[in-house]
């Protein structure tokens, strides 16, 4: 089959690139595409754009002068996201997906497009259309279809994409987003005009010497979603926060996990804007090479701010149709292509495949099997008494979200809970970089570490040692304060005995403290603290302590 395959690709003079290479490196085969040019996507390089001046004052300055933007001119923001999923095999055909792996590795007749090879739905991707249309409290067409988009492009080996046009299996939603508190907090409610089922396209790998390209298809025929938003946004913060909260919702689902990083969440971005008080919509600007949230809000603030110096400039005839990338390196926006009109993708039914329908009961029992969504944990969360900040960090992992629903769940207490797993624990992962999942303690030994703790068996210093061991090595909480014999001292006579021999080793300091110099108490406690080796519970500690310093000599 692979040697048909070579017999039958020509190289043609009307193509972009004149040159097709095939060859086999490893048992793995390459398409290599020289080119007679290099083409880069800063056109703009004949025209520069205007220049926006960065102030020294850094992102203060950068928000006062989106404040005075805005009260000129309103931002018109929508994304198109890709999201891949997780299935098994591929959309239309049984090759698996494993990112990373060798070129061309996972192909097969189907994927790379060969004549008379027939694709079969991956009902899976249809479950998890299903799905995600619910969770974005969609209408779903209970009788959808695929369609052919027509285009031409070297990773595209049919000439065609599996997609699906005027009938999208889900339509009309919404999505909740609540701001980080750090910018001021409040709920946004962004709409969903459709989520469509597709296949992805191959990936071109540039050579190092930049003249040909290489075409790898393990991509090919991959599951998408493609979930386009109504343009509700109008910052560049809201559109991040609408991605972000868009891959906590498939990560929860279990469709995707949603690693930009991977590609397997992709955001394209349109941009416009139009003074206050104008009704019709500005030129649209499409952004891409957006791989963070943080490079989707920073594109979108360049964007609204040299469209905004444009319009001020009297120069708006100058804002394109066209699609920008956003380049990382020098934080700007640059032309990638002009868009003259519409594209004609010669949209028709595909004909391989038959429509998808569904039923009532298939419905019901997705909508049946869908976990606590983001929103309705954080608004669990905030009903127990937690912080907006305190939500935000333990509904956005779904991980950490079932550790600390466990915790509780185990009767710890919720503050406390909240606590230890924001600070501490948190702190362990960041600097081990680990997940929730990878730590060695359990969710039923926190709640015995918060139970021991506020039951005073054990001091809150010795809980945090515990806890690093129990996160490193594991083990139980009542084991190793056993083995250690960490159990807190409280019996005031022992206590006395202890303050007592600190007095008579430190008459100097007594004296003084006596004299006025008050501070000294901390001296004394740390000393019966060494004593003890930290068992000593503090608040009888102090009290003694206290009785025994300004008791008169």
Not at 363 to 389: A, F, N
Request: aromatic residues 8%; positive net charge.
């Amino acid at each position: 089959m692979a040697s048909f395959l070579f017999r039958t690709i020509q190289s043609h003079s009307f193509l972009l690139c004149p040159t097709t290479l095939l060859r086999r490196n490893n048992g793995a085969f390459y398409c290599s595409m020289k080119s007679t040019h290099t083409q880069t996507a800063t056109q703009e390089k004949q025209q520069p754009p205007p220049k926006i001046k960065s102030s020294p004052q850094g992102n203060q300055a950068k928000t006062r002068t989106l404040d005075r933007i805005s009260k000129e001119y309103e931002a018109i923001i929508g994304i198109e996201t890709h999201v891949q999923l997780s299935t098994l095999t591929k959309a239309f055909c049984t090759c698996p997906y494993n990112y990373g792996s060798q070129p061309n590795t996972s192909v097969c007749p189907i994927c790379m497009g060969l004549p008379g090879a027939l694709p079969v739905v991956n009902s899976k991707v249809v479950e998890f259309a299903v799905k995600l249309g619910l969770a974005l409290n969609c209408k779903l067409s209970f009788n959808s279809k695929f369609d052919r988009k027509q285009y031409f492009y070297p990773d595209l080996p049919k000439g065609y994409q599996i997609s699906q046009f005027d009938i999208p299996i889900a339509t009309g939603g919404y999505l909740d987003v609540d701001l980080p508190v750090e910018f001021g907090g409040g709920h946004r409610r962004f709409g969903i005009t459709r989520v469509h089922m597709e296949e992805d396209a191959g990936k071109l790998l540039h050579a190092d010497d930049g003249e040909y390209l290489q075409v790898d298809l393990n991509r090919a025929g991959v599951p998408l979603l493609e979930i386009v938003s109504e343009p509700d946004m109008r910052t560049g913060l809201e559109a991040a926060e609408y991605a972000a909260e868009l891959q906590r919702l498939v990560r929860y689902l279990g469709v995707s996990n949603g690693n930009m990083q991977e590609g397997s969440l992709r955001c394209d971005v349109n941009v416009s804007i139009r003074p206050v008080g104008q009704s019709k919509f500005g030129t649209k600007v499409e952004i891409k090479n957006l791989n963070s949230f943080s490079s989707i809000n920073r594109a979108i603030d360049f964007e609204i701010a040299r469209q905004a110096l444009l319009y001020s400039q009297g120069k708006a005839d100058q804002i394109v149709q066209e699609t920008r990338l956003w380049e990382e390196g020098s934080q700007k926006t640059v032309t990638m292509r002009k868009k003259e009109g519409l594209a004609d993708y010669r949209y028709f039914p595909e004909p391989d495949l038959s429509e998808v329908i569904l039923n009532k009961e298939y419905v019901d029992s997705i909508q049946s099997s869908l976990p606590e969504l983001p929103e309705m944990k954080r608004r669990r969360y905030e009903e127990m008494g937690l912080s907006m900040q305190d939500v935000l960090f333990l509904a956005n992992d779904i991980n950490v979200a079932r550790f600390f629903d466990a915790t509780i769940g185990k009767g710890a207490d919720v503050k406390l809970a909240a606590n230890w797993i924001m600070g501490d624990i948190a702190a362990y992962m960041k600097n081990e970089k680990l997940t929730i999942n990878e730590i060695k303690l359990s969710a039923a030994e926190l709640a015995e570490l918060i139970a021991s703790i506020k039951g005073a068996t054990i001091s809150g210093k010795i809980g945090k040692e515990i806890l690093f061991e129990l996160m490193a090595k594991g083990g139980t909480v009542k084991g190793i304060i056993k083995e250690k014999d960490l159990v807190q001292i409280v019996d005031p006579s022992e206590i006395e005995k202890m303050v007592d021999k600190v007095f008579s080793e430190n008459p100097k300091q007594l004296e003084q403290y006596r004299g006025g110099k008050t501070k000294l108490q901390g001296f004394f406690a740390g000393q019966v603290m060494k004593i003890s080796k930290g068992k000593a519970n503090p608040g009888l500690l102090n009290k003694i302590l206290l009785e025994k310093l300004n008791a008169k000599s």
